[in-house]
């Protein structure tokens, strides 16, 4: 498994990336790519490393990744 500060890495490059999208909500992209495409325990990963805090995410990161973990919870 990836390490916290890699996962914090490719996580706020997908946040770039989504961020300059002009035809799709960013926070949605954002969470929508990582339910599809990061493993879930990469998922359960970031979601713990942002009950602790969530240290050098961007905060459109961390609000996608909140409202994913919630959806995922529910």
Do not use: C
């Amino acid at each position: 498994m990836s390490s916290p500060e890699k996962l914090v890495y490719m996580a706020n490059q997908i946040g770039s990336f989504f961020a300059t999208q002009r035809s799709e909500d960013p926070k949605a992209g954002i969470a929508n790519h990582i339910e599809k495409f990061w493993e879930p325990r990469m998922r359960e990963a970031i979601f713990a490393y942002i009950d602790h805090g969530g240290t050098g995410l961007q905060e459109i990161v961390r609000d996608a990744l909140i409202g994913l973990k919630a959806k995922q919870q529910a």
